[in-house]
Every structure is written in C-alpha cells, then in structure tokens.
C-alpha cells in the first residue's frame, strides 16, 4: 500500500512537468509572441496615461485652450467705397424719325435701301405727280402768253394809248397765272419725299405702286450720332439724382462699360408712374442700337477713405448694430463686441462711420456663435 502512494505520486509529477514543457511548433511560437507585445502594450498604456494625468496637473491652461474658438480676423484699412442707385434705361437716338409723304398719291418711285446713309433733303421716293407736270406744261404756256399781252399792253398804256382798265386786266392775268404756275411747281416737289435729317435708311415701310398718304410712313431714317440713354427714376430718387451726376452705364448684350454723365434731369414728376426722366449723351458706336437696354449705375456717393466691413458680420439687437473684434489682453485673446454705426450699402459693403478704428481686428469667420469675452484662437 504504501509502495502505491509512492508510485501515484511519482506520475503526478511527471504528468506536471510535461504539462509546463513549452511548445516548440510554429503556432505555439506565434501565440507566445503575441501574448508577449500584449503585454508590452498594456505597460506602454499605463504610462501614456500616467504621463497625461501628470501633464494635466501641471499644465493649468490646457483646459481653457481646449474651449477657445476658432476664427478667422482682418485687420479694418481705409479703402474707397463708392455708393450707387441702380436703374435700368435704354438707347435712344436723337435722330430717329419716320418719313411720310406731303400728299396722297401711289408711290411711283423709290431711290434708295436699307443701309444706305444719306443726306438731308435727299429725295428718298417719289408720287405720282403726272397730273401735275401735265398741267405746269399748260401753265408755262399760258404764263408766256399773258406775259406778252402784259408787256405789249404796259407799253401802250405808257404812251397813253388804251384804257387803265385793259392794262390792269392783262396785268392781273399775268400775275393770276404766275401764283399758279408756282403752286403747280411746289405740288411736283411735294410728290417727293425727302430726307429730313442725316442718316441712315433704318426701314423702307411701302412699295412701290402704293397708295400712300401723309402721316402714312413710307421709310425710316435714323441717325446714329447723336445716341443718348433715357431713363426713368423713382420719386424717392428725385434728391439724389441731378445733372452732372456720374455714372457707368453696362450693356448686358455687349458685354460693355463706359463711364456717362447725366445731363439732363426733368423737373416734373410724372403723376401717374411717380417718376421722372433723366438723359446721358453716348458716345456714336456702330454696336449701339436704339431701344438697347443698358443698366445704369449712378454715382451718388464716394468716400476715398471709408472704414467698410461685408455687410453680413454687422449683427442687429434692437436698434443698434454691432461687430465682433478680436482684443488681446494679459496673454488672452477675447471676443468683443462692438457698437457701430452703419451708413450706405452697396454690393454687399457697409461703410461704418462711428465704432471701429483702423487697425481693429475685426472677426470674419465665426462670429455667429460668440458673445461678448468668449476666448478666440485664429
């Protein structure tokens, strides 16, 4: 028995010792590796949070870092603001007239086309005037005639020969005939239609072996020289806009913008559209076209060195209107707000006039969510 319990002790052992052997194979190698950097990252942690906990105690400004905010700030320089009333108008020319015929009659002839320029008193058309050169050719007869019984009957009376009565009779006749020979002459040149202005043939309205008749437009001439913008202006402009303003004027089809200057401002205001109408001279340019739309932008007000913020970081309370700037004191750096006073508008611009300073630093980005001492970064 007691040989037994030496012998089950004996293998106990041995089933140990096996049990501790290490494996050798080529898994076994791999879990050995991996448990051991476990074990090496488990250590490496435990000293990364020891030294943080340590950091943190010693470093007593992190904690108010980690709240500042991030913005984004712009030094205020003094810069040019301009200010303008924008309308729009179009181009109109001075010259542009519609011809008619001075008597009815059919269009017998027509001397000239589209396009061509001509000048003033050129014929353009002519009317039947048959009827007239008819009855000028019997008048110049009869005018002769009259005229030889004048002469012959002023000399008789002259010499005392004849009555006065046969003298003033043949004299009447002569001069009778002379006033209608003139009519019938003005009635041809009546029959053609002339050019009243210089220009260009813009439209020819009838044909040729048409009825025409006055007021009945038969071609339209248009001269280009002498081009200007009209437009009209809202009553609420009236104490802004004047003669001698300055202005660009822009036409979207052309892609195009010169400067003009307004020369003419009416001083009525028209009772039914409450507006009134200004003119700006333009220069002759074979682009320009009558009735072309051109926007015009009116210079009302310029300040050469004007303190101007975008208009979207003013923030509105109530009645008053304030910026955010970005002040640095004892080392920190703190949002500040600040009253201004905003004047004109313009393009997404505001001139302030009372509240900020050149140099301040104003807030651009991020403003929306800061109040007044809140710590900034940028």
């Given at each position: 028995m007691k040989h037994l319990k030496q012998l089950s002790f004996i293998i106990a052992i041995a089933l140990m010792a096996g049990c501790g052997k290490s494996d050798d194979s080529p898994l076994g190698k791999k879990k050995e590796e991996l448990e051991k950097l476990k074990s090496e990252r488990k250590k490496?942690?435990?000293?990364?949070?020891?030294?943080?906990?340590?950091?943190?105690?010693?470093?007593?400004?992190?904690?108010?870092?980690?709240?500042?905010?991030?913005?984004?700030?712009?030094?205020?320089?003094?810069?040019?603001?301009?200010?303008?009333?924008?309308?729009?108008?179009?181009?109109d020319a001075e010259e542009n007239t519609n011809?008619?015929?001075?008597?009815?009659?059919?269009?017998?002839?027509?001397?000239?086309?589209?396009?061509?320029?001509?000048?003033?008193?050129?014929?353009?058309?002519?009317?039947?005037?048959?009827?007239?050169?008819?009855?000028?050719?019997?008048?110049?007869?009869?005018?002769?005639?009259?005229?030889?019984?004048?002469?012959?009957q002023k000399n008789l009376w002259e010499q005392k020969i004849g009555s006065e009565v046969q003298y003033l009779t043949a004299k009447n006749n002569y001069e009778a005939l002379q006033k209608r020979l003139t009519t019938t002459k003005e009635q041809i040149e009546l029959a053609k239609i002339k050019a009243p202005i210089e220009g260009v043939v813009d439209e020819i309205y009838a044909k040729t072996g048409q009825i025409v008749a006055p007021g009945f437009p038969c071609f339209r001439i248009v001269n280009s020289?002498?081009?200007?913008?009209?437009?009209?202006?809202?009553?609420?402009?009236?104490?802004?806009?004047?003669?001698?303003?300055?202005?660009k004027l822009s036409f979207p089809d052309l892609e195009k913008e010169v400067d003009g200057q307004v020369n003419y401002s009416s001083r009525v205001i028209d009772p039914l559209t409450r507006s009134f109408n200004i003119e700006i001279p333009l220069e002759s340019n074979v682009d320009y076209k009558p009735n072309m739309m051109a926007k015009i932008k009116i210079i009302n007000y310029t300040n050469e060195k004007a303190v101007v913020v975008p208009v979207n970081t003013i923030r509105t309370v109530g009645t008053d209107n304030y910026v955010m700037i970005a002040e640095t004191k004892n080392g920190k750096t703190r949002a500040t707000k600040r009253k201004v006073i905003a004047a004109m508008t313009y393009n997404g611009q505001t001139e302030i006039v009372s509240g900020l300073n050149i140099g301040d630093q104003l807030i651009m980005v991020g403003y929306q969510d800061l109040e007044d001492g809140d710590e900034i970064k940028f």
């Open positions: 490496l942690n435990d000293q990364i949070t020891k030294l943080e906990t340590e950091i943190a105690k010693l470093d007593t400004n992190a904690a108010a870092r980690s709240k500042a905010k991030l913005v984004v700030i712009e030094a205020v320089e003094a810069r040019s603001f301009t200010n303008y009333i924008e309308i729009m108008g179009k181009v011809v008619s015929g001075e008597i009815p009659g059919t269009l017998q002839k027509i001397n000239v086309v589209v396009g061509q320029t001509v000048a003033k008193g050129q014929i353009l058309g002519e009317i039947d005037h048959s009827v007239s050169s008819s009855a000028l050719s019997e008048l110049k007869q009869q005018v002769d005639f009259t005229k030889t019984i004048f002469n012959k020289n002498k081009l200007k913008i009209k437009a009209e202006v809202a009553e609420s402009f009236a104490g802004k806009i004047k003669q001698g303003n300055k202005v």
